[in-house]
């Protein structure tokens, strides 16, 4: 089965410039996250789809990042304008429920290495 | 409180047993997960135990949960150099969809 899948895996860029970071789930799975890890830190969820609808998104600070799953498959996460402190590494994930009761496990990409210089 | 907290560091020897500690805040928490991250690369899902058990046991990993402390461990039995990588452990909390908070990450090193 062929895992999370995320492009670009590395992207060096300025501060005030955009980027744009692409995630293709595990077959099936309607429910797709965002997190952002930073050096030393654990991961932090910015956006929790369920299809191509919003869970929640309360950690995304809005006023500079985006993320849209249109078609309830692919989805896509935009930096724009990109400040130093968005350096991270940008992890997607997949499951195939969500708050499902059994333990429904959550399948991670290998992230996309963000540097903003 | 949203706090996951985890020591950073763990040195052990190759073949002794090595036990992860992680204390959580949130008494609603239904499932506990362990993940695996080695250098450059993405989040394993090791094991996980649902919050109404005191134990689960997979191989050589043991997963002990204190829900009373709200303390969870990770026993790794014959440890390898191949386990060494940061582990998370993470919480999944009751009506919070299926978000997991996670912990702040312990290197484990393994030495020869």
């Known amino acids: 089965e062929a895992g999370v899948a995320q492009s670009p895996r590395y992207k060096i860029i300025e501060k005030r410039q955009s980027v744009a970071f692409w995630c293709n789930p595990i077959s099936g799975h309607a429910t797709l996250y965002w997190y952002q890890q930073i050096l030393g830190q654990g991961p932090k969820l910015l956006i929790q789809?369920?299809?191509?609808?919003?869970?929640?998104d309360s950690q995304l600070p809005k006023d500079r990042f985006s993320a849209e799953r249109l078609k309830g498959v692919d989805s896509t996460l935009k930096i724009q304008p990109a400040k130093l402190e968005d350096s991270a590494v940008y992890l997607c994930?997949?499951?195939?429920?969500?708050?499902?009761?059994?333990?429904?496990?959550?399948?991670f990409g290998e992230g996309s290495w963000l540097t903003v210089v | 409180g949203e706090d996951v907290e985890q020591s950073l560091f763990l040195s052990v020897r190759e073949g002794d047993s090595s036990v992860i500690n992680c204390t959580y805040t949130?008494?609603?928490?239904?499932?506990l997960y362990w993940y695996k991250q080695e250098p450059g690369a993405g989040l394993q899902l090791l094991t996980y135990?649902?919050?109404?058990?005191d134990m689960k046991q997979d191989q050589r990993l043991t997963v002990l949960l204190n829900k009373k402390d709200k303390h969870l461990s990770l026993r790794i039995a014959d440890t390898q150099t191949g386990d060494s990588a940061i582990y998370f452990c993470?919480?999944?909390?009751?009506?919070?969809?299926?978000?997991?908070?996670f912990g702040t990450g312990t290197q484990l090193k393994v030495e020869l």
């Open positions: 789809f369920q299809n191509n609808g919003v869970v929640d």
């Open positions: 993470a919480e999944r909390r009751a009506g919070g969809g299926n978000k997991l908070t």
């Open positions: 135990i649902f919050s109404n058990m």
């Open positions: 994930a997949s499951s195939d429920r969500a708050g499902a009761i059994s333990g429904n496990t959550i399948y």
């Open positions: 949130d008494s609603s928490s239904t499932y």
